[in-house]
């Protein structure tokens, strides 16, 4: 039986919520892994025939990753993501994991971590290897920490060019590789920083999220601390798309799988007041590649709802119509079944989300 799964990562433990495909009655399984703060769980569906890979940092024992081939039953704790004696670094969180292909044609893991580096698994995150040549790339002295310290948050691989990933780092701005991770670009042309001296720099911009269109992988998007962008030639340029938004700050940025132009964000009030402007929560939508903004409202609270979603707090489904989910800081998981038409409250008082996503699997 299909059935939609909703993995979501907590400042204490992972949670699962399983529905069939109507989305209106969820069960929901968890806390697992107890205590620990989850960063991100995400869904690898090449991985022994579907892995659920949760990544998370214990004050005790410090960043680690688990993994599930029987949607949660039971986990496994493969290698640790860790760079090598004598490379001077630490990992000290991992941020996110995405499944992808090589130029090889084989599945292989990313994991994105603090302090900005790139890992890769060709072996379902048993072992992991650095990707040396992002975090020796010859700009990283102008990379600066953000609010989470430095960190690689956004991974977009390509879906038909195995070579080509792009990676967000906080906060150093886009970059992008065409040869499988040998060397990387810097991609932030158009993207204003405005907390420098130079606001348009080549390197030194604060992505905060970053998605790709899915039918036409020229096109990505980003929510940034100074701006909501997007770019039609794969990063060579980017076009400022907030206007028409209550605020050009915020975190999380959701694409539709069926329709890459329909957007969603969750704008907050600025870099020093990080809730929802005037308490009211509302996400915006846009139909048109952010080149226009409306504001979703039906059964979202307008009055004294003082929350943030962050920056791997919203998602979508691959249903039609697709769900939207969204998770805020005070622990409530928001629903449309619509596309964001109408919404309800999934689940309230869990404890701070700070990732949220999906799958269709079966039972």
Not at 251 to 260: I, K, Q, S
Not at 297 to 323: E, K, S
Request: with cysteine.
């Amino acid at each position: 039986m299909r059935q939609v799964m909703l993995m979501i990562g907590t400042r204490k433990g992972a949670f699962l919520a399983t529905s069939d495909l109507a989305r209106t009655n969820w069960t929901l399984a968890g806390p697992i892994f107890k205590g620990v703060q989850v960063d991100h769980v995400a869904y690898a569906p090449d991985v022994s025939g579907g892995a659920i890979v949760v990544t998370g940092t214990s004050a005790w024992w410090g960043p680690g990753l688990r993994v599930s081939t029987d949607l949660g039953a039971t986990w496994q704790e493969p290698s640790s993501v860790r760079f090598a004696e004598g490379r001077g670094h630490s990992v000290e969180r991992v941020w996110i994991t995405k499944q992808a292909r090589t130029p090889a044609g084989e599945t292989v893991l990313y994991a994105g971590v603090a302090p900005a580096a790139l890992f890769r698994s060709s072996d379902g995150g048993a072992t992991w290897e650095e990707v040396q040549s992002l975090t020796d790339h010859e700009s990283r002295p102008q990379w600066t920490p953000g609010g989470g310290g430095p960190m690689v948050h956004s991974l977009c691989p390509h879906p038909t060019d195995p070579a080509r990933l792009f990676v967000g780092i906080s906060a150093a701005g886009a970059f992008r590789t065409d040869d499988g991770g040998e060397t990387w670009a810097p991609k932030n042309r158009g993207v204003r920083a405005d907390f420098t001296p130079d606001t348009f720099p080549e390197v030194g911009v604060c992505v905060h999220h970053m998605e790709m269109h899915p039918a036409n992988p020229d096109i990505l998007y980003q929510q940034n601390h100074c701006g909501v962008y997007r770019t039609d030639n794969a990063g060579d340029d980017w076009t400022d798309i907030s206007d028409g938004l209550p605020s050009r700050f915020g975190f999380p940025f959701a694409v539709l799988p069926h329709d890459g132009d329909t957007v969603f964000v969750c704008p907050v009030e600025s870099d020093e007041y990080r809730l929802m402007p005037d308490g009211a929560f509302r996400i915006y939508r846009s139909r048109n590649r952010g080149d226009a903004w409306e504001p979703l409202t039906d059964g979202l609270p307008q009055t004294n709802a003082h929350q943030i979603v962050l920056r791997h707090g919203m998602t979508t489904d691959t249903l039609d119509p697709a769900g939207v989910y969204v998770g805020t800081a005070g622990g409530q998981l928001l629903a449309s079944r619509d596309e964001g038409d109408h919404w309800e409250l999934l689940f309230n008082w869990l404890p701070p989300i700070t990732s949220v996503q999906t799958a269709v699997v079966e039972r």
